[in-house]
């Protein structure tokens, strides 16, 4: 079974400093990884996704790296605002199933 | 487009009430899958559709919990009978591509936070 690891748990940074937040997978046979951002009382909103052939994806301030071998991908968010406070999920895709990390919530501090 | 949409947004009902949640995902894309997320066991899968056929509802707590997609635009979640612990949020997802053309990619609704007491 797929296990997916997020550390820390929570994290919380002034503003205008960079975020690295983590993501570990137990079976590195996935199709995809998928970074995802929740915001309280809301739904998912997708961030990123990485296929299993590339090593990483941009979006604005945002870059995440993905190593199979190791099991492990990074979420990079550059110069961090307050409205980037919320909770990031990691999920991997294996066949059609998503298994998701527990998410690393972010607090910027103004 | 607006997006995978679920309705309702809060239901609150007493232990023993039947619970319908509704989703209508994005044209086009077709598989919809429904999620519950609970702080203590985070985002489950509990059902996945493609092409409006249930293809694995392993994730389905019991039988008192059983999902539809009779078309493409449409799905339904129902609890019946509900319990407390089915308190939670459940959230309907929907991707596009089947198998190894799968992009992945999953888009997720607003959920629907159901309070049972």
């Known amino acids: 079974k797929q296990e997916v690891t997020q550390i820390p748990a929570a994290l919380s940074v002034p503003e205008g400093e960079n975020l690295v937040l983590n993501c570990s997978f137990t079976d590195s046979a996935i199709y995809n990884l998928q970074w995802f951002r929740q915001d309280p009382g809301k739904g998912l909103t997708s961030l990123l996704l990485i296929q299993s052939s590339q090593r990483e994806q941009t979006s604005g301030r945002l870059n995440a790296s993905l190593d199979k071998s190791s099991g492990r991908s990074t979420l990079y968010i550059a110069a961090s605002q307050p409205g980037d406070s919320a909770t990031y999920l990691c999920?991997?895709?294996?066949?059609?199933?998503?298994?998701f990390g527990a998410g690393t919530t972010v607090t910027v501090r103004a | 487009d607006a997006g995978v949409i679920q309705s309702p947004r809060h239901e609150v009902t007493e232990m023993g009430q039947e619970v319908t949640l509704r989703c209508k995902p994005i044209?086009?894309?077709?598989?919809l899958f429904w999620y519950r997320q609970t702080m203590m066991r985070g985002l489950e899968l509990l059902i996945y559709f493609n092409n409006n056929v249930p293809i694995d509802d392993s994730g389905m707590p019991e039988d008192r919990f059983s999902a539809k997609m009779p078309n493409a635009s449409f799905s339904t979640l129902k609890i019946q009978p509900s319990e407390p612990r089915d308190s939670a949020v459940y959230f309907c997802a929907d991707s596009y591509g089947t198998g190894r053309d799968y992009t992945g990619e999953l888009f997720f609704g607003e959920g629907s936070r159901l309070t049972v007491l």
């Open positions: 044209s086009g894309h077709n598989s």
């Open positions: 999920a991997v895709w294996v066949d059609y199933k998503l298994s």
